[in-house]
């Protein structure tokens, strides 16, 4: 075989080994299949992509339904008050679920808020970074409150907040910067105390108890409070407009000295609106403790002292107040209850006009109550 058709089988072999290496990689449809040629002095990648024709036939698929989770409740809140590290709220649900949050470093949360029957829903104080907060829920004739223990008597009116879904009812926050070291406040309308209410530290419940009725809570007509002190308790002396319009005077013992003690009247009298003497109603009124009463009267106008007596014993009040309405009747003013010895039997009170005896009443001591 002469040189020529040696060489021209040679070219053709190669040329056929090409083509099935081509088919080869063509049929594996692989994407960037590298085909590799060369001799041992240099080497050529070649990368070949292999794009799938279109499909020649069209799948329907099947409708599918989707169900949607429900959508959630939306919640209306909105903030009542804040202060130093605290923040109340009221939210109310879709479905009308009513809710009153506090957050301090948690948040508590009473539901079922309504106008309340008994003057007060619910309550509670909570400890924040700037002191005490009183959170409580009342109906629209609260406009004040009163702490019962601890630090300063009164709390003052605080912040009253109209209710942002309920018409009747009123949000009150008060922040204090002491601590009661009793659970219980008291509700005023104006001067009328008209509810005392237990609360829970930390949390919002319904009070544990409540006294909101007469005769040593509620409403009296043209209530005026002269003073509130101390005397085994909380003791407040007023004055209201009685049924023909002649003022009457009204003790009353708020808060009993022990908790186990019931609050009560202790005394209620009315005096004439005209031709009153220097002393009228004067009466002892008898404390828990005993050796230490309160002392009971009305003085006219130009009565600017008084003083009491007991056998082997003298003693001045600290002075008088005069009833703002009506200047022309004053009472006796005390801190605490006066101390006699237990003893004795009849008490001698002493009106004075700049040191001068003026009249002088004896009425009889009564026994300790049993509260």
């Known amino acids: 075989?002469?040189?020529?058709?040696?060489l021209f089988l040679a070219t053709s072999l190669a040329v056929m080994v090409l083509v099935v290496v081509a088919v080869a990689s063509r049929s594996d449809g692989g994407a960037g299949t590298q085909i590799a040629v060369g001799s041992d002095d240099t080497t050529t990648t070649t990368t070949t992509t292999v794009t799938a024709p279109p499909p020649t036939t069209t799948t329907t698929r099947p409708a599918t339904t989707t169900t949607s989770p429900p959508a959630t409740a939306k919640v209306k809140s909105s903030e009542v008050a804040s202060g130093r590290g605290w923040t109340v709220r009221r939210t109310e649900s879709a479905t009308g679920e009513q809710c009153l949050e506090v957050q301090v470093t948690t948040v508590e949360r009473a539901c079922g808020i309504t106008r309340p029957d008994r003057v007060v829903g619910v309550i509670g104080v909570f400890t924040?970074?700037?002191?005490?907060?009183?959170?409580?829920?009342?109906d629209t004739s609260v406009t004040g409150v009163d702490r019962t223990g601890g630090g300063p008597l009164g709390w003052g009116v605080g912040n009253f907040a109209a209710d942002p879904f309920l018409p009747d009812v009123k949000i009150l926050t008060y922040a204090d910067n002491g601590s009661s070291t009793r659970s219980t406040v008291i509700f005023r309308s104006g001067d009328?105390?008209?509810?005392?209410?237990?609360?829970?530290?930390?949390?919002?419940?319904?009070?544990?108890?409540?006294?909101?009725?007469?005769?040593?809570?509620?409403?009296?007509?043209?209530?005026?409070?002269?003073?509130?002190?101390l005397s085994w308790g909380i003791h407040e002396f007023g004055v209201?407009?009685?049924?023909?319009?002649?003022?009457?005077?009204?003790?009353?013992?708020?808060?009993?000295?022990?908790?186990?003690?019931?609050?009560?009247?202790?005394?209620?009298?009315?005096?004439?609106?005209t031709g009153r003497r220097p002393i009228e109603a004067a009466?002892?009124?008898?404390?828990?403790?005993?050796?230490?009463?309160?002392?009971?009267?009305?003085?006219?106008?130009?009565?600017?002292?008084?003083?009491?007596?007991?056998?082997?014993?003298?003693?001045?009040a600290d002075m008088i107040m005069a009833d703002p309405r009506d200047p022309s009747i004053h009472v006796p003013f005390f801190h605490g209850s006066v101390v006699v010895p237990e003893t004795a039997e009849t008490m001698?009170?002493?009106?004075?006009?700049?040191?001068t005896e003026v009249a002088r009443v004896?009425?009889?001591?009564?026994?300790?109550?049993?509260g």
């Open 1 to 6: 075989m002469d040189r020529r058709r040696v």
């Open 128 to 138: 924040t970074p700037g002191g005490e907060v009183l959170v409580a829920v009342t």
């Open 192 to 229: 009328d105390p008209v509810a005392m209410a237990e609360f829970v530290a930390g949390r919002l419940a319904p009070p544990g108890f409540l006294y909101d009725s007469r005769p040593t809570y509620g409403k009296r007509t043209g209530y005026r409070k002269l003073f509130t002190g």
């Open 240 to 273: 209201y407009d009685g049924a023909d319009g002649a003022p009457c005077l009204l003790f009353r013992r708020l808060v009993p000295l022990a908790e186990d003690e019931e609050p009560a009247t202790t005394g209620d009298a009315c005096i004439p609106k």
């Open 283 to 316: 009466q002892v009124l008898p404390t828990s403790k005993p050796g230490f009463v309160d002392v009971f009267a009305a003085f006219t106008a130009d009565i600017d002292g008084w003083k009491y007596a007991v056998p082997g014993k003298q003693g001045y």
């Open 348 to 355: 001698t009170i002493i009106a004075t006009n700049h040191g």
């Open 362 to 370: 004896d009425v009889p001591i009564p026994k300790p109550s049993s």
